[in-house]
């Protein structure tokens, strides 16, 4: 049975400030798709928040940047966009750059993260949600579920595994986009995906059988609105079990904090904590930035479940570290590394305060 998993996600408003979704646009959004799964348009969904970022998990057989799914996804965004401006919640609305649809959400701000898939006997989906970061925060991941042997030893002993995995690496700033076939090009890949402000990995495939593994919201706001207006809060989507990586496997990079970009008016670096659901309302200079993890088995499209697979003692230690890390870059206040460099600030205040003092710079 061929079935589309769609995760479609957008911050329409924070409560209170940026720090979490209020329950009452929730609602709104499960009426939404309840509607539309009683019509017959969506199999099933699960809604959810991540931060102030509303997450719409979607199954259905019409494919890829669906017109009528996208649609979907849009007028529910908008009518709580609507909800929360009587509300008066904070930037309400603030992910949605255009004020008509198109055809699909694709360039209008909200994040998307799509696979088609042809449902195997045991189907088995991880969907990662993330607040306060950017959209190369799953590069590390990424990395260490499909290429690195040290996290995942089915790369070593599994033999549906061993052949690797092709991942697809989109230029968020060039618009272009390039594939590496791992492991004899990891090291290429490598000089991209360490630079996760402009490179993000959209989608992972199977070299034994060349099937989507997994696929990532690569939209960059600031590049799309041409300023400074939110970050990214990006979704990835990734398939376990068979040929792909044990669940072990894809959450294990998660047992230790790493830093990314995003955090206070997404112009610092802050670790990514992995919380429950429940914890994911970032608070602390807007932070520290933050992921959850949902398990769901697929079955005739069905989403059975979630699981909360960060609601686990065995991430208290990379809970530990992220408010040490935390605590360890707010020292050094508006200095790098905890402050972004430069070319990273140009969709904030840098632009004006440049043409300030222009006829103060002058010649060595």
Known sequence: MKVTLSVIKADIGGYVGHSS????ILVLARESLEKAKKQGLLIDYH???CGDDLQLIMTHQQGELNERIHRLAWDTLKAGTELAKKLKLYGAGQDLLADAFSGNVKG???GVAEMEIEERPSEPVIIFMADKTAAGAWNLPLYKMFADPFNTIGLVIAPNMHTGFTFEVHDVKGHKKMSFNCPEEIYDMLIF???PGRFAVKHVYSRQNNEIAAVSSTERLSFLAGRYVGKDDPVCVVRCQGTFPAVGEVLEPFAHSFIVEGWM???HHGPLMPVAVREANPSRF???PRVICLGFQLSDGKLIGPRDMFDDPAFDEARR??????YNLRQHGPFEPHRLPLDEMEYTTM??????????????
């Open 351 to 364: 632009p004006q305060i440049m043409k300030r003092l222009e006829g103060r710079m002058t010649e060595l």
């Open 47 to 49: 809604v959810t928040a």
């Open 21 to 24: 979704s209020h329950p009452d």
């Open 286 to 288: 807007d932070g520290p």
């Open 108 to 110: 209008m701000g909200p």
């Open 265 to 267: 008016r997404g112009s």
């Open 193 to 195: 995906l360490g630079a």
């Open 321 to 326: 570290q992220a408010n040490q890390i935390a």
